[in-house]
């Protein structure tokens, strides 16, 4: 089955810094993938929309300056929190489509950012 | 982008006990999709509903597509400790937008 990997797990980082997610698509090749955020208790709020080889897309009130994303390549796509605040700190999931059924959605196993 | 709805918010039941969540949108819907997701874990894809009207089961697990399209259900046969987490129902074709969740815990 597909299988998506993120890097880092967890990370905790001082106010001002700034942190890259990775997100890997282990046996397949994902053009497109996506990011999400997810708070405490909360839900999954799309972020974004990775596209290979072009700039990626981002939902209303998402800063694309502040979140920069990358996806250099069919299997990798980087997320970027720049300048990172206490606020930012949250739970960063990424997922990519299936290759035999587009509407399934594979999830990478999240990144957990904290910022101090 | 699009919202739905999901109630209940939190669901405490004794194991053996039925479970229900519900899913409501206030336009049509192509097609909806049903996620699990563990305590500390990330969503896990469990089923896709296209048609009106659609019925579909895994095991103890029965999910509904509503005739009009605007909403859907999750129903939990005799719960399980194993089926402790949050259910999502998520809707959109890539991009997906998820409900609010429903919180479901099974009490030994």
């Known amino acids: 089955g597909a299988v998506v990997s993120q890097h880092p797990s967890r990370v905790i980082c001082k106010s001002g810094t700034s942190v890259k997610i990775e997100c890997r698509s282990l046996d397949f090749q994902a053009t497109t993938m996506f990011w999400y955020r997810q708070f405490p208790k909360k839900s999954l709020m799309l972020m974004a929309t990775s596209n290979e080889g072009s700039k990626a897309t981002y939902e209303q009130g998402v800063e694309k300056d502040k979140f920069l994303i990358n996806h250099a390549s069919l299997t990798l796509s980087t997320l970027t929190v720049t300048s990172a605040h206490p606020e930012d700190s949250s739970f960063y999931i990424c997922?990519?489509?299936?290759?035999?059924?587009?509407?399934?959605?594979?999830f990478g196993p999240g990144t957990r950012l904290t910022v101090l | 982008g699009q919202q739905v709805m999901q109630i209940p918010q939190y669901q405490h039941v004794q194991e053996g006990e039925d479970f229900t969540t519900y899913c409501n949108s206030s336009?049509?819907?192509?097609?909806i999709q049903w996620y699990k997701q563990r305590p500390g874990g990330h969503p896990v894809f469990l089923i896709q509903l296209v048609k009106s009207g659609e019925v579909k089961k895994q095991k103890r697990l029965t999910f509904q597509f509503g005739e009009a399209k605007k909403n859907s259900s999750l129903h939990i046969t005799a719960t399980q400790t194993t089926d402790v987490g949050t259910y999502f129902c998520a809707v959109g074709a890539n991009n997906l937008f998820f409900g609010t969740g429903t919180r479901l815990t099974v009490i030994p």
């Open positions: 336009t049509t819907l192509s097609n």
């Open positions: 997922s990519a489509p299936g290759t035999q059924n587009t509407d399934t959605q594979y």
